[in-house]
């Protein structure tokens, strides 16, 4: 064979076994398709409520996650999806109940709340309800003297 030739055999070899083998990825590059267990811990970072809208009874709480992302999936079977998903777990003022906040929209709203102090604690949560992480803010509404703990006019 002339030199040519065998240059372009050597070159169309090597693109078929490239083709075959893609190259292993590079220790220090980042994959979406990692297993679950091997992705950072999940992390919640919470902001203190907007001024201006708690003058008028409003809490405004920005947040925002990483190595997690806020999706409307529940349920035990989409606990391994990978990248993390999950949900907000949102407690008023220590109350016994909470809801959960499924949209990725990186602000949590209360509005309605008398004049007084509050805490807002909010919660990542896995799609069958596991609290991963949480963080709480405490605020006042501003406006008249607040009532006793417990008793709401």
Same mark, same amino acid.
């Given at each position: 064979?002339? /030199?040519? &030739?065998?240059?372009? =055999? ?6 078929? @076994? ?5 190259? /292993?990825?590079? =220790?220090?590059? !980042?994959?979406?398709?990692? $297993?679950?267990?091997?992705? +950072? ?9 907007? $001024? ?5 009874? *409003? !809490? ?11 999706? +409307?999936?529940?349920?035990?079977? !989409? %606990?391994?999806?990978? +990248?993390?998903?999950?949900?907000? #777990?949102?407690? @008023? %003022?220590?109350?016994?109940? #909470?809801? !959960? ?6 602000? *949590? ?7 007084? +102090?509050?805490? @807002? ?9 596991? *609290? &991963? ?6 605020? @006042? ?10 008793? #709401?006019?």
């Amino acid at each position: 064979m002339n /030199a040519p &030739l065998t240059l372009l =055999a050597a070159l169309a070899a090597s693109a078929v @076994v490239g083709a075959i083998a893609p190259p /292993a990825p590079a =220790a220090a590059q !980042a994959t979406p398709f990692l $297993p679950l267990a091997a992705e +950072p811990p999940a992390k919640l970072i919470v902001e203190p409520p907007v $001024p201006a809208a708690l003058a008028r009874g *409003v !809490a405004i709480i920005p947040y925002r996650t990483e190595n997690f992302r806020i999706l +409307p999936v529940f349920g035990e079977g !989409a %606990d391994d999806v990978s +990248p993390r998903a999950g949900h907000l #777990h949102v407690t @008023v %003022d220590d109350l016994p109940w #909470h809801w !959960a906040d499924a949209g990725d929209n990186h602000t *949590v709203v209360v509005a309605g709340l008398p004049a007084g +102090p509050h805490k @807002v604690r909010l919660e990542l949560a896995t799609p069958s309800h596991k *609290v &991963l992480s949480g963080e709480a803010v405490a605020f @006042v509404i501003p406006g008249e003297a607040s009532a006793p703990p417990g008793h #709401h006019h």
